[in-house]
């Protein structure tokens, strides 16, 4: 899928800026110099659609195979690897609104449906902001900022299922190299290195998965 480049306007600063709509993301420099292809670093995600709607979802698996190296995972839908974008209507998810819907849920949040004021489209906060509750959001389908009336947090799942908070047992799991990640949304499930838990030892320094999984996710958004 091509890039779709257009001008949303300037910055506070009085910066242009310049969106794709196709891959939802900004397409301008630090100057507001227009870029030709965005910034999206996954295009390729998007050339693959499954509508959530016109199939039968039994499971949708988030699998960071190693946290610690690489934040972007594999998506698993009916236990089959999925490459693409998750539709229904005008919805389109990827990896990274999988992503805040584990930390939402790993935060017990209560999600919101909230509709774009500029493009009508519904919203999906991730990394920081999947745990943040806020007023002003930045629309992932015309890159505009629009303010709500209470502060929350959206995300689209939440029109078609009722997704589960995420339950963690009273446990603690020491981490080395590797800190494998797996997460299924429909569920409430969430492992690591295959074991349900809430507590992490890292270099003999105890964290809580939520703080562990907070930080290292802050930036994918």
């Not at 009085?14 to 993301?25: F, G, L, S, W």
């Not at 030709?36 to 039994?58: G, V």
């Not at 594999?74 to 236990?79: E, L, S």
């Not at 943040?132 to 389908?141: A, D, E, F, K, S």
Request: charged share 25%; with cysteine; proline share 1%.
């Amino acid at each position: 899928m091509k890039c779709n480049i257009e001008y949303i306007g300037k910055s506070e600063n009085e910066i242009p800026q310049y969106y794709c709509t196709n891959h939802k993301a900004f397409a301008c420099d630090e100057k507001g110099n227009r870029l030709e292809e965005c910034l999206c670093t996954n295009k390729e995600q998007f050339d693959q659609c499954l509508d959530l709607k016109q199939n039968k979802i039994e499971n949708i698996k988030v699998i960071y195979h190693n946290i610690l190296d690489n934040v972007v995972p594999d998506i698993f839908v009916n236990n089959k690897l999925f490459k693409g974008v998750l539709v229904f209507e005008n919805s389109v998810l990827n990896y990274k609104d999988l992503g805040g819907m584990m930390l939402a849920k790993m935060n017990q949040i209560s999600l919101e449906t909230v509709k774009c004021n500029y493009c009508n489209h519904y919203h999906s906060d991730n990394g920081k902001f999947a745990y943040t509750p806020h007023r002003t959001h930045l629309c992932q389908y015309c890159g505009h900022l629009f303010s709500v009336k209470e502060r929350n947090i959206g995300n689209e799942f939440a029109m078609i299922w009722d997704i589960l908070d995420i339950g963690l047992e009273n446990k603690e799991i020491s981490i080395g190299d590797i800190c494998h990640i797996e997460y299924e949304l429909l569920k409430g499930k969430l492992l690591v290195n295959h074991e349900n838990v809430n507590q992490l030892v890292i270099q003999n320094k105890k964290v809580s998965i939520i703080d562990f999984l907070n930080d290292i996710l802050k930036d994918e958004f």
